[in-house]
Every structure is written in C-alpha cells, then in structure tokens.
C-alpha cells in the first residue's frame, strides 16, 4: 500500500479563499519533506524543502506567504495554499524522506498527488 | 548546481520489444545518487531504479537497468520485453550525498508509449 498519503485528492475551491493539503508518512518518521508542483506534461518542480520543527526552505520565486508549509511532526506536513488564485490551479505533490531503519534510509517516497482548481 | 537532461521527450516501443531512454546529468561532485521514477496517467511517482556513484555495477531491477557511465555522466534505462503498463512519463533524477535535506533534481521527463 502507499506509504505516503495526501489529502484531499482533489479540492475544488473559490478565488480568495484558502486551501490547506496534508502529507503524511504513514509506517515511517520523515525528518525532510518536500513539495513540488507539477504543471500538465512537465516535471516536478520543487516548492519548498521542509524539516521537522523548523521553518520551510522555498525556492526562489515561490512566494512563502502564499504557500505556507508546516511540518509540525515526523509524520505530517502541509501545504496551505493562501487566497488562491486561477494561476494556483495545478497537481502538487508531496514527498517523504525515509529516516528509520524501518525504510531504506534515505529512501524518498512520494505522495498520491493534489489537483486544486481554483475557480 | 547539478542538472539532469533528457533529451527525449517521447519515445515509442512495440510491445516484447527493448527501448532505451537516455539521461546525461552534470555535477562536480564524486558520490551521488541516481533515479529513475515512473509516472504513470495516476501520477504518481513509483521508483524504478536506484544507483550509487560509488558502485561499478549496473543497477537491475527485473526487467529494468541501467547502464551508468560515471565518466561520461551518462545514466540510461533499458527497459526489456515491453509491456502495456510501462507506458509512463519516465524522470531521471539525481540526488547529493552531502547532506539528508539535498532534494532530488529532476530532468524533464520522457513519455514512453507502449505500441501493442
């Protein structure tokens, strides 16, 4: 089964309101998460490295106020994306870095994916 | 920084049959890490394949290796007797050994299309 989960699936929501997606390592603590976006037909693009206890590291032109990021254990994180926008619309995808001896160490493992739609 | 390069961006291959998708990278660095992902219409990321740098010998998972030529920074996959659901978006992906937060970096992807 999968180890790493997100929540929701897919969230449909209006311009201006606020989305919060949850990751979560569910057999495995996960010192570093990480968020990307996916846009249709391209490659991963990394948002922001986030460590357990400690304010995210985001990538240059990712707006940090937008897309705030709380990893608040070795089990959860989110993505709280803030007054979205049409332009916010698109496939974010967590990921998990396997600390334990539970899991390869190092291993990195990916969530299921979030489509948002912000209409 | 490190970049990963795929200079194909479709490839097909007939059922049964062997296809080879390429990946250069370019790095200063000595020990690394070396992925290939799937991606399938579900999209999500399942790993292929795994390399050390440090390790001579190709990396093979069933029907999946790879070939990795550290001198020429070069990391290929050969995927053997294609099958339906190999058809995926397919990334190479490098990882720095220098510390645990080090993301992966990805290269742009090749969609790979199985013909039956």
């Known amino acids: 089964g999968a180890v790493v989960s997100q929540h929701p699936s897919r969230v449909i929501c209006k311009s201006g309101t606020s989305v919060k997606i949850e990751c979560r390592s569910l057999d495995f603590q996960a010192t570093t998460m990480f968020w990307y976006r996916q846009f249709p037909k391209q490659s991963l693009m990394l948002m922001a490295t986030s460590n357990e206890g400690s304010k995210a590291t985001y990538e240059q032109g990712v707006e940090k106020d937008k897309f705030l990021i709380n990893h608040a254990s070795l089990t959860l994180s989110t993505l709280t994306v803030t007054s979205a926008h049409p332009e916010d619309s698109s496939f974010y995808i967590c990921?998990?870095?396997?600390?334990?001896?539970?899991?390869?160490?190092?291993?990195?493992?990916f969530g299921p994916g979030t489509r948002l739609t912000v209409t | 920084a490190q970049t990963v390069t795929q200079s194909q961006p479709e490839m097909s291959v007939q059922e049964a049959e062997t296809v080879t998708l390429s990946c250069t990278y370019d790095t200063s660095e000595s020990d690394y890490y070396l992925f290939w992902y799937k991606q399938p219409p579900s999209r999500q990321m399942i790993l292929v394949i795994r390399q050390e740098a440090y390790k001579q010998q190709n990396a093979t998972e069933n029907r999946f290796s790879v070939n990795f030529q550290k001198a020429a920074k070069s990391f290929s996959l050969k995927i053997s007797d294609s099958q339906l659901g190999d058809a995926a978006m397919y990334f190479c992906?490098?990882?720095?050994?220098?510390?645990?937060?080090?993301?992966?970096?990805f290269g742009k992807g090749t969609r790979l299309s199985v013909i039956a």
């Open positions: 990921s998990a870095r396997a600390e334990t001896s539970g899991r390869a160490w190092g291993e990195q493992y």
């Open positions: 992906a490098y990882r720095s050994k220098n510390s645990g937060n080090t993301p992966l970096v």
